[in-house]
């Protein structure tokens, strides 16, 4: 799956089923594993970021479920196509490092830059 197309579906599902729903959802049926498993490696720690990141602004204890996982990181920084773009297009105002520096910090830890999460359509 394309990696924005995952990124946009688990932020509508929160956004639908709300944070509450969503960690019970993706705790209980041990997604991020699942993801692991398969070698999903992005899709899981999307997810985990995800379940960090609602955990901490909800101010819910984190799932120590996943300690390991949370000292991995992907080998590269994976950006939004946006950002990729824009780089491309004006290099000189350094869009990439913007964009790592406003990131989400349950995010950008595992080299994912995200910043707009609860910004969904």
Known sequence: MDYELFKSEVCQRVKSEGYAKFLFDVLSNDLISQYYNE????????????????SRIHDVPLCNRYEKLRHCKLDRIIYPKSILALD???PEENYKEIAVRESIPEFIRFNIVEAEVDNVA
């Open 88 to 90: 491309a297009l004006l």
């Open 39 to 54: 070698k999903k490696y992005f899709e899981c720690l999307y997810l985990l970021a995800m379940v960090d990141y609602q």
